[in-house]
C-alpha cells in the first residue's frame, strides 16, 4: 500500500476521486431526498435513475472506443469540467429559488453520462499507472475512496440539508469537481496513449476510413469477451451488483421517512454506515482476496449483500439498519476490489474501456428495470417487496459468482480458446 502511495500520479488520481465523489454523494443524496419531498412517492425516485440511465446506455456502445483510443487524463477533466458547468448553472437556479423537479432531472441526465463516461475512464487510467504486482492495493485504495467519499457525503446531507438546502449542496459539488481538475492536471504531462499489438498492416490502417476504424474497434472489444467466458461471467455478476446497488436509493430514503420516521437524519444515519462499511473494507480486502482469491470474495459479498438487503427493511430500530447498512458497505467495499482487480488482470490496458463499458451497458440496462421494477412494487405493495427485488439481483450476482471458474482454470481455458 506505501508504494501506491509514493507514486506521485496516483496520489493525485486518489485525491481527486475522493473530492469529487464526496460532492457528487452529497449531489446525489441531496437530489434524491428532494424529489422524494417534493413528490411524496418511491416511483419518482425510480423515474429519476431511469432518466439518469437512458443517454448513457445510448453512448455506452462507443464511448469505450474513445476510451481506449484517447489519452485518459484528459477524457476525465474535460468531463469534470464539464460537469462542473451544468451542476453549478442548477446551483444557481435553487440558490435564487427558482429550481425545479424537472430541472434536476436534466441536471442529472447529464452529470449522470458524464460519470459513466469517467468511471471506465478513471479505472483504465489506474490500470495504466499501476505496476501488475499492485493492482489489489491500488483498487482498494480507489474503491474504498470513492465509495466512502460518496456514502459518508450522502450521511453529511442529512445533517446539513436542513441548513444549506439543494443549493449550498450543488455549489458544493460543482466546487469539488474544479479541485478534481486541477488534481488531474498535475497527474502527468503531454499526451499518453496506449499502445497497441501492431495486428494490421500500415496500408490497410492508412486505407480506413474513420468510420470503418471505429466499427473496426468496435467488433475487437466484442471479440475478446466472445472468446472468455469466464470473463463473461464476471460481467453478468458485476451487472447485477452495479443495478442493484444503484438501484438501493430507491428504497433508502423512503426506509428513513416511512419506516423509522427519522427524516433527513435518518437518510443520513443509513449512508453513513454504508459510507462507513466501505471505508472499513480496506482494512481487510487485501488480506481477503490474498486467503480466499477473487472468485470466493465476490460470491461471498454478493451472499452478504443479498441477506443484507433482506433484512434491513424488518429492522426494529434505525440503529439496527445502519448496522446492516455498515455490513452491507464492507462486503460491496470488498466485491468491488476483487471485481476490478480480477479485471485488470484479465484484461489489456488497451481494451479496458471496451471491456468495462460492455459490462456497464448491461448493469445499467438492468438498473432501469430494476429501478422502475421496484419503485412500483415498493408503491404499491410495501417497502419490504422493493428491498426483496434488490436482494433477488444480489442473489443471481451470487449465483454468477460461484459458477466462475478459479483464475488459474480461467486462464487455461481461455488460452485454448484464443487458440
Known amino acids: 500500500m506505501r508504494a501506491i502511495l509514493r507514486k506521485r500520479s496516483l496520489q493525485f488520481v486518489f485525491a ?37 440511465s437512458l443517454p448513457a446506455m445510448l453512448l ?3 464511448s469505450g472506443v474513445l476510451i481506449d483510443r484517447e489519452d485518459r487524463r484528459r477524457l476525465v477533466m474535460w468531463l469534470d469540467a464539464l460537469r462542473a458547468l451544468v451542476i453549478l448553472a442548477v446551483a444557481m437556479l435553487a440558490l435564487l429559488g427558482h429550481v425545479r423537479v424537472w430541472q434536476l432531472y436534466v441536471m442529472n441526465m447529464l452529470v449522470a453520462t458524464g460519470f459513466w463516461m469517467f468511471w471506465p475512464t478513471v479505472t483504465a487510467l489506474i490500470q495504466e499507472l499501476t505496476p501488475d504486482s499492485e493492482y489489489v492495493q491500488s483498487n482498494t485504495l480507489l474503491l474504498v475512496g470513492v465509495q466512502g467519499g460518496w456514502m459518508i457525503a450522502g450521511s453529511v446531507v442529512g445533517f446539513v440539508y436542513e441548513h444549506i438546502g439543494i443549493g449550498g449542496v450543488l455549489l458544493i459539488d460543482a466546487l469539488t469537481y474544479g479541485v478534481s481538475f486541477l ?58 451488483f452495479l443495478g ?16 423509522f420516521h427519522a427524516g433527513a437524519r435518518g437518510y443520513g444515519w443509513l449512508n453513513a ?28 459479498s454478493m451472499f452478504v449483500l443479498s441477506i443484507g438487503a433482506l433484512a434491513a427493511p ?39 474501456g471496451r ?23 415498493a408503491h404499491r405493495f410495501g417497502l419490504r417487496y422493493g428491498f426483496g427485488l ?27 480458446a484464443a487458440n
Open 390 to 416: 434488490i436482494a433477488l439481483a444480489y442473489a443471481l450476482a451470487f449465483v454468477f459468482a460461484a459458477w466462475m471458474p478459479s483464475t488459474a482454470a480461467a486462464a487455461t481455458a481461455e488460452v485454448g
Open 183 to 240: 488534481c488531474y492536471f498535475w497527474v502527468r504531462r503531454g499526451r499518453h496513449v496506449v499502445p497497441r499489438p501492431a495486428e494490421l498492416r500500415a496500408d490497410i490502417l492508412a486505407a480506413e476510413t474513420a468510420l470503418a476504424r471505429f466499427a473496426r474497434e468496435l467488433r475487437e472489444g466484442f471479440d475478446f469477451l466472445r472468446t472468455r467466458p469466464a470473463l463473461r461471467l464476471l460481467g453478468a455478476s458485476w451487472a447485477l
Open 244 to 259: 442493484a446497488m444503484l438501484t438501493s436509493h430507491v428504497v433508502t430514503a423512503p426506509l428513513s421517512d416511512q419506516v
Open 355 to 377: 471491456v468495462q463499458n460492455s459490462f456497464n451497458f448491461v448493469g445499467t440496462a438492468l438498473q432501469i428495470v430494476l429501478s422502475l421494477a421496484t419503485g412500483i412494487v
Open 314 to 352: 424488518f429492522s426494529p430500530v434505525l440503529a439496527a439498519a445502519v448496522l446492516i447498512y455498515g455490513v452491507m458497505g464492507a462486503a460491496r467495499g470488498l466485491s468491488g476490489v476483487a471485481m476490478n482487480t480480477q479485471m485488470m488482470e484479465s484484461v489489456p490496458s488497451h481494451f479496458m
Open 16 to 52: 481527486a476521486n475522493v473530492i469529487s465523489m464526496f460532492g457528487s454523494g452529497m449531489n446525489a443524496a441531496a437530489v434524491a431526498w428532494f424529489v422524494l419531498k417534493a413528490t411524496g412517492s418511491p416511483m419518482a425516485l425510480g423515474t429519476l435513475t431511469v432518466l439518469n
Open 60 to 62: 455506452m456502445p462507443f
Open 273 to 300: 454506515g454504508w459510507g462507513v462499511g466501505a471505508f472499513i473494507s480496506g482494512l481487510f480486502a487485501a488480506a481477503m482476496l490474498r486467503r480466499s482469491g477473487s472468485r470466493r470474495s465476490v460470491a461471498m
